[in-house]
């Protein structure tokens, strides 16, 4: 689309993914450097990635409904309508095809596609907050203590309308069954803050700015396994159409390929099914791979189990000592994976 001069002047470059256990032992390290040096990671803001796409489409000829929430979707032979509620008012449009993108607690993916749906159990309190020293290494940091703490940090890039001011986004694990406990008012934010700094101590003044639980939002994430991302005039995609946990950072990377592979389809087919039937050819094998792969790694973070974090904790930095399994890791953690040996 020729913004990637656009997109990495608000980003931040992100050149590993590094995770160290409370104790300090490194278990994680993965550069894209080892792949190409001309590789990285961008972490940026939604604001600003919304600011770039908003200017691009301004010279393109379209209609865009802001504040609108979809409530149904509907498909004839010929058509699709779509209807709207914006400001307690129900509105229905006429289109020629849909694409359902909203994410992966989608309530429009069509029920009869979908062959899985559930909730991870496990989910995070994240903030976005003024960089600070500590963390302006261009670096995905975390740190774990078993399978049940962890937190993270990722340099955001800056918004538009605050240049000057690099921003991170700081995460908190957390199960979904102690979110309602941490919205109450009588939570106890001081007591998470030292449980925080005793993870992790250098997060001291990052944290500084934040005095109640309420400036940390709750996301949730959902298993969401389809067997049809496509028919007739109506099409699933990102989240919406493969839901998994973002344990190894690919979702957003996952829906600009469907947006890719999409766009490629439709300018080379002659027809809705041709489109999707290269729609699924090209992105199937590596979004089964994605979701396998965090399914399987999500409890080594995110459990209450000390099996399966000792196991973590041993196997990690043996297969970064293994030349092999250490590209595939690279690998893997830049979306470059189609397979276990592809
Ligand atoms: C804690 C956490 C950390 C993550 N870290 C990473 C990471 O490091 N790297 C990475 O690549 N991915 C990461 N992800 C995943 C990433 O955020 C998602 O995969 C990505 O945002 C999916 O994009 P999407 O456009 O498909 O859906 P979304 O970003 O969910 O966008 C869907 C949009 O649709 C809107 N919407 C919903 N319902 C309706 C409706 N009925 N009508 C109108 N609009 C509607 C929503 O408001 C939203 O704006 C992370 C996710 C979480 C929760």
Same mark, same amino acid.
């Given at each position: 689309?020729?913004?990637?001069?656009?997109?990495?002047?608000?980003?931040?470059?992100?050149?590993?993914?590094?995770? &160290?256990?409370?104790?300090?032992?490194?278990?994680?390290?993965?550069?894209?450097?080892?792949?190409?040096?001309?590789?990285?990671?961008?972490?940026?803001?939604? /604001?600003?990635?919304?600011?770039?796409?908003?200017?691009?489409?301004?010279?393109?000829?379209?209609?865009?409904?802001?504040? &609108?929430?979809?409530?149904?979707? @509907?498909?004839?032979?010929?058509?699709?309508?779509?209807?709207?509620?914006?400001?307690? /008012?129900?509105?229905?449009?006429?289109?020629?095809?849909?694409?359902? /993108?909203?994410g992966s607690h989608?309530?429009?993916?069509?029920?009869?596609?979908?062959?899985?749906?559930?909730?991870y159990?496990w989910g995070a309190m994240w903030s976005?907050?003024?960089?600070?020293?500590?963390?302006?290494?261009?670096?995905?940091?975390?740190?774990?203590?078993?399978?049940?703490?962890?937190?993270?940090?990722?340099?955001?890039?800056?918004? =538009?309308?605050?240049?000057?001011? !690099?921003?991170?986004s700081?995460f908190w694990s957390l199960?979904v069954?102690?979110m309602? $406990?941490?919205?109450? =008012? $009588?939570?106890?934010?001081?007591?998470?803050?030292?449980?925080?700094?005793?993870?992790?101590?250098?997060?001291?003044?990052?944290?500084?700015?934040?005095?109640?639980?309420?400036?940390l939002l709750a996301a949730t994430y959902?298993?969401?396994? %389809? $067997?049809?991302?496509?028919?007739?005039?109506?099409?699933?995609?990102?989240?919406?159409?493969?839901?998994?946990?973002p344990?190894?950072?690919?979702?957003?990377?996952?829906?600009?390929? @469907?947006?890719?592979?999409? #766009?490629?389809?439709?300018?080379?087919? $002659?027809?809705?099914?041709?489109?999707?039937?290269?729609?699924?050819?090209?992105? #199937? !094998?590596?979004?089964?791979?994605?979701?396998?792969?965090?399914?399987?790694?999500? =409890? /080594?973070?995110?459990?209450?189990?000390?099996?399966?974090?000792? #196991?973590? @904790?041993?196997?990690?930095?043996? %297969?970064?000592?293994? !030349?092999?399994?250490?590209?595939?890791?690279?690998?893997?953690?830049?979306?470059?994976?189609?397979?276990?040996?592809?």
């Amino acid at each position: 689309m020729g913004l990637y001069e656009a997109i990495t002047h608000y980003g931040a470059r992100i050149d590993a993914l590094v995770g &160290h256990t409370r104790s300090g032992r490194r278990i994680m390290n993965t550069s894209y450097g080892t792949l190409d040096t001309k590789l990285h990671g961008l972490g940026i803001h939604r /604001a600003s990635l919304c600011h770039v796409l908003s200017k691009h489409l301004q010279s393109l000829p379209h209609q865009r409904l802001m504040g &609108h929430t979809v409530a149904t979707v @509907d498909t004839a032979e010929d058509h699709t309508m779509v209807e709207t509620e914006h400001q307690g /008012a129900s509105q229905s449009f006429r289109f020629d095809a849909i694409l359902i /993108a909203n994410g992966s607690h989608s309530q429009l993916r069509p029920a009869a596609w979908t062959r899985f749906d559930q909730l991870y159990p496990w989910g995070a309190m994240w903030s976005m907050q003024p960089m600070v020293n500590a963390f302006a290494a261009p670096l995905l940091q975390q740190r774990y203590h078993h399978a049940s703490q962890m937190a993270g940090i990722l340099p955001t890039g800056s918004q =538009p309308d605050k240049p000057g001011q !690099p921003l991170a986004s700081f995460f908190w694990s957390l199960p979904v069954s102690q979110m309602a $406990d941490w919205q109450h =008012p $009588d939570f106890d934010f001081s007591f998470w803050r030292q449980q925080a700094l005793q993870l992790w101590p250098e997060l001291e003044t990052f944290l500084a700015p934040l005095s109640h639980q309420s400036q940390l939002l709750a996301a949730t994430y959902r298993d969401v396994i %389809m $067997d049809c991302w496509g028919k007739n005039r109506l099409g699933v995609i990102g989240d919406a159409a493969h839901g998994m946990s973002p344990q190894l950072g690919q979702g957003a990377n996952m829906a600009l390929l @469907d947006a890719r592979a999409i #766009g490629k389809a439709v300018a080379t087919s $002659d027809s809705w099914p041709a489109v999707w039937e290269t729609y699924h050819r090209q992105r #199937g !094998p590596q979004i089964r791979f994605y979701q396998r792969m965090s399914r399987w790694l999500t =409890p /080594a973070f995110q459990s209450h189990s000390r099996l399966v974090s000792t #196991g973590r @904790d041993l196997f990690f930095p043996l %297969m970064e000592q293994i !030349p092999w399994l250490r590209l595939q890791m690279v690998k893997t953690v830049a979306g470059l994976k189609e397979g276990l040996v592809d």
